[in-house]
């Protein structure tokens, strides 16, 4: 792979005009959009009218002209990037207060089903909030085991496979339909974890017939820092299954002020509390770019990313852990290399950001929205160069940061 | 009550500086502080900072920057405003989510107490989430009684008494320490909602001795409209009772990966996912106005200013219900009208934004911070103009908004 290569790559490149639209900081070549997403540009005019203009102006009456509808509005601009119809999602709090609500939903059908099944590995708040939930059922447990015990594991007492669609460190990615046949032909329920994938696949929930999932709004969708995270439910699920975090903003009828509380119908159950209409304005707006996107066209150059970075680290003498072929990995690419951590930190110190988890993974996110494939191919001069003159050995790379 | 005696409290008001500091809207009296607090300026610049640099330059790198500690620094800025040490109030999530976490917590304490009183007609949430919470506790449930009978229904089986502090629709005040050693002479925990008291009046929870607390980010702390809520733990709790939502970020150590959870130290534990940066962020900001302010003044200029609008609503022949000792109520003042929704409308069309609530109740809320007492009697004046001119009656008052 070489520089002209890359460039005539970017030069036919259908999503080239994206990475425009996008804050591009100075010197740096940003491969951890799987981690944070980049600013949309429009999400700075967005945010400072919403702050502005809806608060600072219209207060509270903002929420009569469009806040009070924004978990919803939020939720169908989702939709197509997950295969799911608009009123089968809605954004709300965060991915693990949202997996709590669906795992305790789930347990909660048939008391004879007690176990939640996921794996080993799974991305860790989605096994602690998985302790978390079913010590709100009586009887219920978490079994974790190694991937491929998995379907062994399935059995007449699964109520609900908990399964993240693309892993975070490896970019492992299920195959949907296969494993939520599975976990249904046993009986269970499936909930996915799409945080990894929205934005970075082409995700097909329904298609797959999908039970529940839940998503991040902070990678690829580029909604922000800590932006609401978004869950769905299949249709034919929604009146049987309960929030248990019965919140006023999931009643019914939440402004006539009951005491006691009824259900909204649809997917406004799982509202809880207040919404976070800042993170929701930064994340609409990171939406926006989505609309009527092609994502085989994501995919495919993601794919092409993949293959450029993937070279430099073979060229550079790194142990690649992602699958080669693109069906079975995410949009991310993940190295081994004792010294990981140094090489990531000496990274940034050249502009290239990427992350390091524990213990030895280098990780680079290749977001098609927002990379050319010039960065990508850049970014690889730069590992090698990195490792080729040992220039991660610097003793100030091996200080750890509190955040990794 | 003269507009030459209100002209003569601002000259002499040691809070009048902060009204300048506020977003301003041409033309509007706002009397719903207490519902959604104003725009502090500073806002403006801080969450643009915060986007465009922060997020926008630095990206992943802000979580090494500031951002990792927010929900700590934030519920440190909280804490001397309800008579708490830094180390027993965080930031994060939702009041509603936030209570869920504690009530559950609050009855794994002792199986033998299993009961969480309150009131009717506490705010909404705060009942439709303790229905949740009971839920998830066996044997545990929930009792709802009259103000009244609070006392006689404290028992042997009570785990916990949940109140929240000031009233919603009617301002009315709790005295903290009377009712916090009531439900500990009964052996009970202490829960108290500060939603509508943090800002208002000066709390004293450590003082009251009180066990658990809740509260609000978007009505007095000017947080802006969803903004994180906080929760206090008093410091003998904090290592005895357990988060129910165990997310990574509540985690002792969230960034070694572990499959297992293990709760953080200290307040940490109480967080769960992600926190919303954008939402942190502007309550920081609004925060920062609270830095060192007395809040005798502010209790005493919320006294000065209800005693200006008590007297317009009387004057116009409305009954108020809320308490006229300062020190049984809160800082709004709320009155009963058959046609209070009219009312209400007329008056926004007029300028003065309040806000109804079922079903015949008219609220205004009497911020310090952001009014001065000649908007207080001008805003009395247009309501007496209203009522005595029948201008409530035109149709177009008549009809309902989504939020009321």
């Known amino acids: 792979m070489t520089l002209a290569t890359a460039e005539a790559l970017d030069a036919v490149d259908p999503l080239a005009h994206y990475r425009g639209q996008f804050a591009q900081p100075e010197g740096v070549i940003y491969l951890d959009g799987n981690s944070l997403g980049q600013l949309p540009l429009a999400t700075v005019a967005a945010t400072h009218e919403l702050v502005t ?27 197509p990037l997950i295969g799911a119809d608009a009123n089968e999602v809605i954004a709300a709090d965060s991915t693990s207060v949202n997996l709590y609500k669906l795992i305790v939903a789930a347990l909660r059908i048939d008391p004879s089903r007690n176990v939640v099944l ?14 978390g939930a079913v010590a709100a059922v009586p009887g219920a447990q978490l079994r974790v085991v ?17 399964l993240t669609h693309v892993h975070y460190k490896t970019a492992e990615r299920f195959d949907m339909a296969t494993w939520t046949k599975a976990a249904q032909d046993a009986g269970a329920l499936m909930c996915w974890d799409l945080s990894h994938s929205v934005g970075a696949v082409a995700v097909e929930l329904n298609a ?9 709004g902070y990678k690829y969708l580029n909604g922000g820092p800590g932006a609401p995270a ?26 006539e002020f009951a005491d006691g509380y009824e259900a909204a119908p649809g997917m406004k159950r799982w509202l809880t509390g207040t919404p976070s209409v800042l993170g929701l304005c930064a994340l609409e707006s ?58 990531v930190q000496a990274m940034i110190a050249r502009g290239v950001i990427g992350d390091f988890r524990d213990p030895d993974i280098l990780r680079f996110g290749l977001t098609p929205m927002t990379l050319s494939h010039v ?25 750890r940061n509190a955040v990794t």
């Open 208 to 216: 797959a017939g999908a039970d529940m999932a839940v998503g991040c």
């Open 118 to 131: 996921s794996e080993a590995g799974n991305f860790p708040t989605d096994l602690h909030v998985a302790e």
């Open 286 to 343: 990171g939406l926006a770019l989505w609309d009527g996107i092609d994502l085989s066209q994501i995919e495919a150059k993601s794919a092409a990313l993949w293959n450029i970075f993937h070279a430099a680290g073979i060229a550079a003498g790194l142990e690649c852990i992602t699958p080669t072929d693109p069906v079975e990995r995410g949009s991310h690419i993940s190295f081994r290399h004792p010294h990981a951590y140094e090489i």
């Open 230 to 255: 978004f869950l769905y439910v299949a249709k034919r699920w929604q009146d049987r299954l309960h929030n248990p975090l019965s919140g006023w903003m999931g009643h019914a009828a939440p402004f």
């Open 53 to 79: 203009q809806a608060w600072g102006e219209r207060l509270i009456r903002s929420w009569n002209e469009g806040w009070i509808d924004a978990p919803q509005r939020v939720g169908a601009m989702v939709a």
């Open 146 to 162: 190694e991937r491929g015990d998995l379907a062994g594991a399935l059995g007449d007492d699964t109520a609900l496979l908990m």
């Open 375 to 399: 960065d990508v191919w850049r970014a690889g001069q730069i590992l090698g160069e990195i490792i080729e003159h040992g220039e991660w050995q610097k003793p100030q790379f091996a200080i």
